[in-house]
């Protein structure tokens, strides 16, 4: 060793021994672990700047253990101290509250990244974000953070220390995926992750990405080639690195570490202090302080004064915090341009160039649905996945349906872009028997999708897997759709409504009835052809003929025209007319009952009559809240019918009272979902409709979700809605358990519902006016020309017959010997063969 070494040596424990001694209590949380270190090595600038002889002690404490700390602070303590220096990224209550009692100065110097953490927190607030991802080079800055996060934070955040692939897959499963990502770190560290996150496939669009540099020092900067897409860049200025040194403008940020420098000027101003206020050591007992302990305010005092010369930090009398005044440039960077956009300070905050357009991010959203008329139906089928960004007007028009508008309309209100994402099974969502769910609700619960906006029920069942938000639709049940019952028309409809053995009876009656007028006109001795002298008037002579054209023409209201003049005749006549008139009453009756029956629609008219008969049958979907309502019920009479059977079977029961036969509830639920089983349950809905439409006859019967069905019918003439609807339950938006999109999307639903928007659009899908006038509509509607038409068929054959009987005669009587008999009859012979009334009524031609 050299004299001089020697010598300075001698007079380095020279200095000491003489000078004031003084114990200062650093304290540091394992979120600063290198803060002991610092403080340690800003000793002897402390020395040299106060004259004071420094002794230091570090404390590490872990701020999560309530205990951790106590006993080495109270043993520093009673030693005396001086001072004690608060260097925890939160603040340590117990030192700051024992020091208080004993009389030992308390001051609190922030040295961590919560400056930083401001800085982004309120360029995240102008953007109006409302969540995001943090990404932090270490697990010492992520804590630091979380003190500030923890109390000062209106963004909802998720963090994580550095990026690995398991990491990377957390962010990208999150539902809702954050709006923003923020990396914090140094310049170096920077590129390192956000090489990887590009490579994990996580940088997929513009302004998403901040980029906070923790390094005061940047003497290598950012590789902007690195950059697929725009950034925004956090970097603090030069003159931090003035504020953290206690340093006049302008110095150097060469090698400057703000945590260090921090430490090492909070220690040299708290050594300060010491020396201005004449303080010394303070020996105190945490278990039993002095009731009147030595006031501290000329320490504060001269604090205040020291810190006037410390032109880059603020002093918080109130919080007995020492802070840097921190300045902070806002940039946008791509590859191949930079521009600066704002700044941050600590006492004006965030100040954005007038000129900047900071247009806020609109947060983006996996919403699953389900292909269902009128909720979301697709008019390019081929499509399975569609991206909606802001509402383009040309990817909104692939899409329509109720659902399609509600989650464009929550977009507009919350800003945000979404993606409809369809389960791949198709299904709404079922517990399975592993426990796990299926469908809409086992895509949302797993974190495929971030909401669900469909027809999907509220029930228990799905509440314990996802959360519902207010109903947006409550006119939703269960109903029943039929094809209807389909008119037949035929020509001769109304030959239908007698039986062909009844028509049969009827033409034998008016043969049997002519034959015997004939027969008793003729062989009766009182008929007017066999007794000349009692009618000397002319008489109708009932021949083989004219007997028949009797029996005929009685069916007519005009009547059959004269009678027979004998009592037997007579008799006969007057039975065949009652026969007549109950058969045309008979008939007249049973057409107008057959036409009315031809208007019913439907056999059956609720679900108590469905399941009462047999000839229809139905089924409904698979592992849809409707097959599940069928089958708690059968499992509901189930067992309530064991209750009754061990209400009965019990020896303690009046048996009088209660017999196991006597059940008084219809297992109706439990045949209804035999049924179903029976007929197999269809897949989709489409399935089930289709099949309703393939039955003719209306046999087949399709139980499903009414609105869904009374959309059906509006758009269907074919089909028509059994009944009314029941088991009514409300439609609304499911989202993750725990989601803040709950609330949100709440108030959202409550706005609608006030602006009556949901009223106008069920008017747009629910109209009956869509499927244009279907025949049979009406069911008050007359008989129409097909149902009657055989009647002027009948009409036009015997107007054709008439015309053939008038060619036949017109021929005979040319040709044949009646023609010369009729020319040789005289006008005088004529009369004497006819009636006197009737010769009054006939003219004849001067040519006879």
């Not at 897997?465 to 109304?494: C, H, M, N, T, W």
Request: proline residues 4%; hydrophobic residues 40%; negative net charge.
């Amino acid at each position: 060793m050299s004299i001089l070494s020697v010598v300075l040596c001698l007079g380095s424990i020279f200095f000491r021994a003489s000078a004031q001694s003084i114990k200062i209590v650093t304290v540091g949380d394992s979120s600063l672990t290198s803060a002991g270190a610092w403080a340690t090595s800003a000793l002897s600038l402390a020395e040299t700047s106060t004259g004071l002889s420094i002794q230091h002690e570090h404390l590490s404490v872990s701020l999560d253990d309530e205990n951790s700390g106590k006993e080495q602070l109270c043993s520093a303590l009673f030693g005396s101290v001086a001072a004690l220096l608060d260097l925890t990224a939160g603040g340590w209550p117990y030192g700051r509250d024992r020091a208080t009692e004993i009389g030992v100065p308390y001051l609190r110097a922030q040295i961590s990244n919560h400056a930083w953490m401001e800085a982004v927190d309120d360029l995240l607030q102008s953007r109006n974000a409302t969540d995001a991802a943090l990404i932090f080079s270490n697990e010492a800055e992520l804590d630091q953070a979380l003190y500030y996060l923890v109390g000062g934070s209106v963004v909802r955040v998720i963090v994580q220390a550095g990026v690995q692939a398991n990491t990377t897959e957390t962010l990208k499963k999150m539902r809702p995926s954050p709006s923003y990502y923020v990396m914090f770190g140094t310049t170096q560290e920077l590129m390192d992750m956000y090489a990887k996150v590009d490579m994990y496939s996580l940088v997929t669009r513009d302004s998403r990405w901040t980029l906070v540099f923790s390094d005061l020092d940047q003497e290598a900067p950012f590789d902007s080639g690195l950059l697929k897409t725009t950034v925004t860049t956090v970097n603090p200025t030069s003159s931090v690195c003035c504020s953290v040194t206690a340093t006049d403008p302008p110095c150097s940020c060469r090698e400057k570490q703000f945590g260090r420098d921090m430490t090492q000027t909070a220690l040299i101003y708290t050594a300060r202090a010491v020396k201005a206020s004449g303080r010394s050591n303070v020996k105190g007992d945490c278990s039993s302080p002095p009731s009147l302990p030595p006031s501290r305010e000329n320490f504060y005092t001269a604090l205040n004064t020291e810190m006037s010369d410390w032109k880059g930090a603020m002093w918080s009398v109130e919080k007995n915090e020492i802070a840097p005044d921190m300045e902070f440039n806002m940039m946008i960077l791509n590859s191949s341009t930079k521009m600066e956009v704002g700044k941050w300070d600590t006492a004006n905050k965030l100040e954005l160039d007038p000129e900047y357009k900071n247009t806020p991010m609109r947060r983006y959203f996996r919403i699953g649905t389900i292909k269902s008329r009128p909720w979301v139906y697709m008019k390019d089928n081929s499509m399975d996945t569609l991206v909606i960004e802001g509402g383009s007007t040309d990817e909104i028009d692939k899409l329509d349906g109720y659902c399609v508008d509600l989650a464009q309309k929550l977009g507009d209100m919350m800003k945000f872009d979404f993606e409809f994402v369809f389960p791949k099974d198709g299904k709404y969502g079922a517990r399975q028997p592993d426990g796990t769910w299926n469908g809409l609700v086992g895509d949302l619960a797993s974190g495929e999708t971030d909401l669900i906006v469909a027809p999907l029920t509220m029930t228990s069942e799905r509440e314990e897997v996802v959360d519902f938000v207010a109903p947006y639709f409550d006119q939703s049940g269960i109903s029943i759709v039929i094809q209807k019952r389909q008119k037949e028309e035929s020509l001769f409809k109304f030959m239908t409504v007698l039986k062909p053995e009844v028509w049969v009876s009827i033409v034998a009656a008016l043969v049997v009835t002519g034959i015997m007028i004939w027969l008793l006109d003729r062989y009766s001795p009182y008929s007017a052809q066999n007794n000349a002298e009692l009618y000397p008037y002319p008489c109708r002579k009932f021949t083989l003929k004219e007997s028949f054209w009797f029996a005929l023409t009685s069916f007519t209201p005009q009547g059959g025209g004269e009678a027979p003049k004998a009592l037997s005749g007579r008799t006969l006549v007057a039975a065949y007319w009652l026969f007549v008139v109950l058969m045309l009453a008979t008939f007249t009756a049973n057409l107008a009952a057959f036409l009315t029956v031809e208007r019913m629609q439907s056999p059956v008219q609720s679900l108590e009559a469905l399941a009462r008969q047999s000839r229809i049958t139905f089924t409904t979907t698979r592992d849809s809240s409707i097959y599940e309502y069928f089958y708690n019920m059968a499992k509901a009479e189930d067992e309530l019918f064991r209750v009754w059977k061990e209400l009965t079977l019990n020896s303690t029961s009046d048996q009088s009272k209660y017999r196991v036969w006597d059940y008084p509830i219809k297992e109706q639920y439990t045949h209804i979902l035999q049924v179903i089983e029976d007929s197999k349950p269809v897949l989709t809905a489409s399935e089930g409709l289709a099949r309703v439409e393939a039955n003719d006859k209306g046999e087949f019967a399709f139980i499903h979700d009414a609105s869904e069905i009374r959309y059906e019918v509006y758009h269907n003439c074919k089909l028509t809605e059994v009944g009314e609807p029941f088991a009514e339950q409300p439609y609304a938006i499911a989202v993750q358990q725990g989601s803040h999109l709950q609330d949100e999307i709440s108030r959202s639903i409550l706005e609608l519902q006030k602006d009556r928007y949901f009223e106008g659009l069920s008017a747009k899908f629910w109209n009956s006016s869509a499927r244009g006038i279907c025949e049979n509509d009406d069911d008050s509607e007359g008989i129409t020309l097909q149902s009657l038409g055989g009647v002027f068929i009948a009409t036009l054959i015997g107007l054709a017959l008439a015309m053939v009987a008038l060619a036949v005669e017109v021929l005979y009587y040319k040709r044949g010997p009646t023609g010369s008999k009729v020319t040789d009859l005289t006008p005088s012979k004529i009369a004497s063969k006819l009636d006197k009334d009737h010769v009054s009524r006939i003219t004849v031609s001067p040519a006879y």
